[in-house]
């Protein structure tokens, strides 16, 4: 069984149906019953990692999956949706900034860090305990092309713009997107941080109210500039909002774009460039534009 790192205790997951161990943010001489009840019941108020040796996964709760990496690969993007989110770089396949709020374990964070060698890469995470759980999903220390700022989303945004190129937006919760940033003046504040020809990514979590409140806010922002896409495996629709005027672009000169994308990166782009135009036009044909 592998130590647990300072600051860290273990419980083996069994205790939960799961394989593998289960570490948690915790003191050696914490209750264990009391954690293992309190993890059941879904009232451990701390974000926590299981590890079954092959995959590793960062838990609000027991029901939802955060985040996970697979040990063999640890800097691809396991989740779908993560993927469909990096359709950014169909239109912005050069960024000098992306802009991402919500760490979880970092993957695209990681991937951005990683395989857009001339972009600096910022990441806003409101809890500190994700923050504290970096080192478990080895996303790489702070430097001159990598920062991770712990603010509220809200209180980023209100400061100085600092010109993204793309702004992934991914402050997920149990029900989707943080309710506390579903204000129009939120989305107003986004669109400022944004360079003249920026995209905005959002992932949204399934169809409630709060979450078609999201995306009607982002499209008065955006003045209808709008492509939303499905991601069938996840359940999650992702949001592609463009500053640029000049919308909706050429579809058939990115579909050249996105076949070069695919030989640099392990993403079926030319798929989901299929996906946005479709979107576009349903959006014209109900008068959207």
């Not at 960062?58 to 359709?87: C, N, W």
């Not at 999650?236 to 030989?263: C, H, M």
Request: charged residues 25%; hydrophobic residues 40%; aromatic residues 8%.
């Amino acid at each position: 069984m592998t130590l647990p790192p300072a600051g860290w205790l273990s419980l083996p997951a069994n205790y939960l149906n799961e394989s593998g161990q289960i570490w948690l943010r915790e003191p050696a001489d914490k209750n264990r019953q009391l954690l293992i009840r309190q993890l059941m019941d879904g009232i451990y108020p701390h974000p926590f990692v299981i590890d079954d040796g092959k995959v590793r996964r960062l838990h609000f709760s027991l029901k939802l999956v955060q985040s996970e990496m697979r040990l063999d690969t640890p800097d691809e993007l396991a989740i779908a949706y993560t993927r469909a989110m990096l359709g950014f770089l169909l239109f912005q396949p050069l960024p000098k900034h992306v802009l991402i709020v919500g760490l979880g374990g970092g993957s695209l964070t990681k991937y951005c860090y990683r395989n857009l060698a001339r972009s600096r890469v910022t990441t806003v995470e409101l809890m500190e305990g994700v923050i504290a759980c970096r080192n478990w999903f080895l996303i790489p220390p702070d430097d001159e092309r990598l920062k991770i700022v712990q603010a509220d989303a809200a209180d980023y945004f209100a400061g100085e713009p600092d010109g993204a190129d793309a702004i992934l937006l991914d402050a997920y919760v149990e029900d989707g997107l943080a309710p506390q940033l579903c204000t129009l003046g939120f989305y107003e504040k986004v669109s400022a941080h944004l360079k003249p020809r920026g995209v905005l990514v959002t992932n949204i979590s399934g169809h409630s109210l709060t979450a078609e409140t999201h995306i009607e806010l982002i499209r008065e922002v955006f003045a209808e500039r709008v492509v939303v896409v499905d991601v069938m495996a996840d359940g999650n629709r992702i949001v592609y909002a463009f500053k640029d005027p000049a919308f909706p672009p050429d579809w058939q000169r990115l579909g050249r774009s996105a076949r070069e994308l695919e030989a640099k990166h392990p993403l079926e782009f030319a798929k989901l460039l299929r996906d946005m135009e479709r979107s576009a036009q349903r959006a014209k044909r109900k008068g959207r534009r």
